[in-house]
């Protein structure tokens, strides 16, 4: 059975380089045996995280119908846009939500044993890369596996061709390995 990778871009522009990134990686979790669900943020639009609201109301629905995704999924590879050096303030607001236990008694049940994948794309040299040294941090700590090899594509507004596919080969292929390693994982720990 394939197993289910979620992916996502911390990204709500509709011409957001991530978001690209992110498509290129769902077609590659494909090619690699995988089953990719490409999932939009803007679709669970999630207020700032507000402890006080949250012992008030529970968790927001768009909260809910997000967190119930990544937990019945085995794994996810995020695409995160730099800020500063750092994570988009969508996608740590997202992670945020994710690591709070609402209904389910496990309280990081969208982080314990998931394998994740980490990609950035960027206009700079760097690909996003120094925002996903932040973004690999937060997420070990919450008891995710992380992959260990991991994809930052640099000058990324050139990079894709106008039908979304990267031009450059070994990026391509570095998608591929990536996505590639995070489906096997999965599906060892899934067994």
């Known amino acids: 059975m394939a197993p289910q ?19 290129v990686a769902a077609a590659a979790v494909e090619e690699a045996g995988g089953s990719a669900e490409l999932l939009e943020l803007a679709d669970y639009p999630m207020p700032m995280y507000d402890e006080d609201e949250e012992t008030r109301s529970g968790l927001p629905e768009p909260v809910r119908a997000f967190k119930a995704k990544v937990v019945a999924a085995p794994g996810y590879i995020v695409c995160s846009p730099e800020y500063n050096g ?8 997202s992670l945020d939500w994710l690591s709070r236990q609402g209904d389910d008694p496990r309280p990081r049940a969208a982080y314990d044993g998931k394998v994740i994948g980490l990609m950035a794309a960027s206009d700079g040299g760097l690909g996003g890369l120094r925002g996903l040294v932040h973004l690999r941090q937060i997420l070990s700590n919450l008891g995710a596996h992380v992959h260990p090899e991991e994809f930052a594509l640099s000058h990324a507004g050139s990079a894709f061709d106008g039908d979304g596919r990267l ?8 998608v591929a ?7 096997d994982l999965a599906r060892r720990l899934v067994g």
């Open 167 to 174: 031009r450059d080969p070994q990026s391509r292929a570095m």
């Open 5 to 23: 990778i979620l992916v996502f871009a911390g990204s709500l522009r509709a011409r957001s380089m991530n978001r690209q990134l992110a498509a």
């Open 86 to 93: 750092s994570l988009s303030p969508l996608l740590k607001n």
């Open 177 to 183: 390995r990536v996505a590639g390693g995070v489906v």
